[in-house]
């Protein structure tokens, strides 16, 4: 978080151009190498990477078993983060976006970052007023640190996922991913989830649609996967459901409804082309990856699982 504030503060300030306030907040960019004309449809796309940054809040229900009073922590984990996040991140990208004078050449391959935007941000600010971009450099890799640890969360919470999936015998190899070491931490469930992730960021090292795919499946898989528990929460036990210390009192169904409506606005939004015209390297593969997950994870559901899972172990005494 530090190094976020420094960027928010330090950038505006090191530029010698700064854009004005009716820019930064009135000024819709609709320039694109998309084709795409539709500001609605600009504005719709450019949710994805605003929800992508509003997800892995869940990491502190993941990490329950390990937290004292989880009943309230828990929940109050999962509220700060997303508080922090909006407040910082909206500060955050208010100080980069005063330095932003010349968009179609801060997203033109031509540029010294090749068209990574915010880079080339980080190098005009510093070179306009060093006459060199190091500093912007060295602003990157701020970024790339900070980067890092939220890849550390995610790997924290799929390992976790993973650990009392495997200890429900839910997984393949059930035995081998919930052991845990002499600190309590599922070692092998960590390194699991370590190698997963390092496969499927693989292609994205060679391919942009790859990136953006494995974004946008990211994002919509893990907000269905926080909206089917609300779903059956508000349809199924709306009456049996036995709510913990902390909760929304007679707000709760309500809220519930707003957030699966919204969860399943963004999957349609998130499954739309975002290039035109439509090519197998501009296809939006989100659809296609999802709804195969889906219908797999289905399947082993009605052919297998059904017949021998029972559910979450408990040990707690009745």
Known sequence: MLGVFVLMIAIPVVATERASAKFVFTHFNTDNSARIHSNLYIFVLGLL?????????????????????ADRNGPIGIISAIGISLIVGWGYILGITFAVKDIPYLLSPDNDAGGYAIAEVFYLAFKSRYGNGVGGIICLWIVAIAIYFCGMGSMTSNSRMTYAFSRDGAMPFSSLWHKVNKLEVPINAVWLSAFISLCMALPSLGSLVAFQAMASVATTAVYIAYALPILFRVML????????????????????????LWVATITVLFSLPVSYPVTKDTLNYTPVAVGGLFTFVLLSWIVSARHWFKGPITNLGG
Do not use: C
Not at 49 to 62: F, I, N, P, R, V
Not at 241 to 256: A, D, E
């Open 237 to 260: 036990a709306h009456k049996s459901f036995v709510p913990g210390p902390f909760n929304l009192g007679r707000y709760s169904v309500l809220v519930g409804w707003i957030a699966v």
């Open 49 to 69: 990477m605003s929800q992508y940054t509003l997800s892995g809040y869940d990491a502190s229900a993941h990490m329950t078993e390990e937290t004292k009073n």
